[in-house]
Nanobody, 115 residues
Framework: QVQLVESGGGLVQPGGSLRLSCAAS????????MGWYRQAPGKQRELVAS???????DYADSVKGRFTISRDNAKNTLYLQMNSLKPEDTAVYYC?????????WGQGTQVTVSS
């Protein structure tokens, strides 16, 4: 069993930045496929950024060049640095971890981009 706890969401103006964190309750962090999804009202959940295997990263086209995924293995924490935020980035952001055949999810953190 793994618990994932997100933090760092909030209200920010267009062009601003936020850093989301996802703390995992289990070690061996760097071996998992992990990443961030988001879901806006009335829309399907969208994969935003991920570690696919090892240190290989992947990003949605809509966030390339603006968002950066990283992790601190010593702290068992995953991050999403979000810069140049746009109103269309408004969503609930969820972190996930795939361990074996099981996917674990955090509770989500709200990001609102508005002036």
């Amino acid at each position: 069993q793994v618990q994932l706890v997100e933090s760092g969401g909030g209200l920010v103006q267009p062009g601003g930045s936020l850093r989301l964190s996802c703390a995992a309750s289990r070690t061996g962090f760097n071996r998992y496929a992990m990443g961030w999804y988001r879901q806006a009202p009335g829309k399907q959940r969208e994969l935003v950024a991920s570690f696919t295997s090892g240190d290989t990263t992947d990003y949605a086209d809509s966030v390339k060049g603006r968002f950066t995924i990283s992790r601190d293995n010593a702290k068992n924490t995953l991050y999403l640095q979000m810069n140049s935020l746009k109103p269309e980035d408004t969503a609930v952001y969820y972190c996930y971890a795939n361990i074996g055949i099981i996917s674990y999810w955090g509770q989500g953190t709200q990001v609102t981009v508005s002036s």
